[in-house]
């Protein structure tokens, strides 16, 4: 795969231990220059595991949470130069596989930040082991959030993207929650900038070792992802939201997708 830009991917890990191996090892490795993991305060090997594989890794002495967590990944990538930033959690959840068509989209000028989403097809997502639940309250919400911002993503809740660096060093991330609506959030600032997301199908397995926040936590979730959606609905109405124009992207597009 020809590229021009550092690749970097970030791993937000808590109690990855026994999952970090084969994610590491399914990564395609011509498509990144360096890997870096935060290891969020667990107290299991991760931390030690990470060391020995050879990424960058850097420890938070106690926890900060999901969105506390990415935080730090997305400051070091950029000290570390990136020009892409991938996020991929290191419970083997997502196929790390999919990392080389994130980074080819937003390497050749389509997009500015990727998704890999987990609903493709009902059939798919609910055989892949995601709970009923889970399924049906994404749909929902990914609905909701698709009327107020203008939007047609598949899915606002998936665990694995990419980044611009553009994207990074633009959107004011350190305001955003520690917990895991930081991601809700990124994406509200990123429809609002006037960023471009593009998404692709990425296949998805739930089982013993994947991380997965239970009914309770995703409850909670789920309330605050509405209270955003409906805090920028609100901002909407009052003329607040001033999108962002680029008007000589489609330009840029069309240089990028004739120069492969």
Not at 7 to 20: G, S
Not at 37 to 50: F, H, K, R, W
Not at 119 to 125: F, S, V
């Amino acid at each position: 795969m020809k590229r021009s830009s550092k690749v970097i991917i970030v791993f937000p890990a808590y109690f990855a231990e026994k999952t970090l191996s084969k994610t590491i090892a399914a990564i395609p490795k011509e498509c990144v220059d360096a890997m870096i993991l935060v290891d969020d305060g667990s107290t299991d090997g991760t931390y030690e595991l990470a060391q020995k594989l050879g990424l960058i890794v850097h420890r938070h002495e106690r926890n900060r949470g999901y969105g506390g967590n990415q935080k730090t990944c997305y400051k070091l990538a950029l000290e570390h130069g990136a020009d892409i930033v991938i996020m991929v959690h290191p419970d083997f959840q997502y196929d790390p596989a999919m990392v080389r068509y994130l980074v080819e989209f937003i390497d050749r000028g389509y997009f500015d930040l990727m998704l890999g989403t987990r609903i493709r097809t009902r059939r798919e997502a609910l055989q892949g082991g995601m709970p009923r639940y889970k399924y049906f309250a994404n749909r929902i919400l990914t609905f909701i959030e698709n009327i107020i911002s203008g939007q047609n993503l598949s899915e606002w809740h998936t665990g694995m993207r990419a980044y611009r660096r553009e994207v990074l060093e633009t959107i004011a991330f350190e305001r955003f929650s520690d917990d895991f609506v930081f991601d809700t959030q990124f994406l509200f600032a990123a429809v609002q900038q006037g960023y471009r997301i593009g998404e692709i199908p990425v296949p998805v397995r739930y089982f013993a070792e994947a991380s997965m926040i239970d009914f309770r936590r995703s409850m909670q979730y789920g309330i605050a992802s509405l209270a955003v959606a409906g805090g920028f609905l609100w901002q909407k109405m009052l003329g607040r939201v001033k999108y962002r124009d680029f008007p000589d992207r489609e330009h840029e597009n069309l240089r990028s997708g004739s120069a492969g």
